[in-house]
């Protein structure tokens, strides 16, 4: 599968991180390759937790060998503690693209949202459905962790994957369209 961009798609959290790898084409069809959680339990301390989310995403890393790794991007939240947590795992997730010398990039979650679903306040279930429907599962990624990871890795394939000029590159939907055009508007400021 030699014209397939292999992406690991990262969903931080302290408590679950969701892992998704995919496949991508060209023709922008994937492929699941592998999705899950890497877990820490809420009552280990801080450096524990990130000791054992390193070293899951590291199982990760040598198992499914990815291309390129794409995170959700850290935005505010209300509760300090919970989006403190997401940008160490963040954090620690680039690190690790950093040392396997991959290339990374990170997403908002309404880039995410409307990659997938075409709708940038889509909700969880919207989300797990359309992964599914696109990666042709029988039964929706769980959980939500793992479904944002998958994601997250299909976004990146469908918005960064296609070399520019290919015929792919065209092959854009609607929604990413409009997203691609806010983004071009929005760097000009």
């Not at 990262?10 to 069809?29: E, K, N, Q």
């Not at 505010?76 to 990374?104: C, D, F, K, W, Y």
Request: with cysteine; aromatic share 2%.
């Amino acid at each position: 599968m030699a014209s397939a961009v292999r992406i690991l798609g990262i969903d931080p959290g302290l408590t679950r991180c969701g892992v998704g790898v995919v496949d991508v084409r060209a023709d922008r069809s994937a492929t699941l390759v592998h999705v899950g959680v890497v877990r820490s339990g809420a009552d280990l301390p801080i450096a524990e937790r990130l000791a054992l989310i390193a070293r899951g995403l590291r199982e990760v890393f040598a198992a499914h060998h990815p291309d390129v790794v794409a995170v959700e991007r850290v935005f505010a939240q209300q509760n300090r503690s919970t989006v403190m947590g997401t940008a160490q795992a963040s954090g620690i997730a680039l690190l690790l693209a950093a040392e396997h010398g991959l290339p990374a990039a990170t997403h908002t979650p309404s880039e995410v949202k409307a990659a997938i679903t075409g709708y940038g306040s889509a909700d969880k279930l919207q989300v797990q459905t359309m992964v599914a429907r696109v990666l042709r599962l029988d039964a929706l990624p769980q959980p939500a962790d793992a479904a944002d990871a998958l994601a997250i890795a299909l976004c990146h394939g469908w918005r960064r994957g296609a070399p520019s000029g290919s015929a792919a590159a065209g092959a854009l939907t609607p929604a990413q369209r409009a997203w691609a055009d806010a983004e071009k508007r929005a760097t000009r400021r």
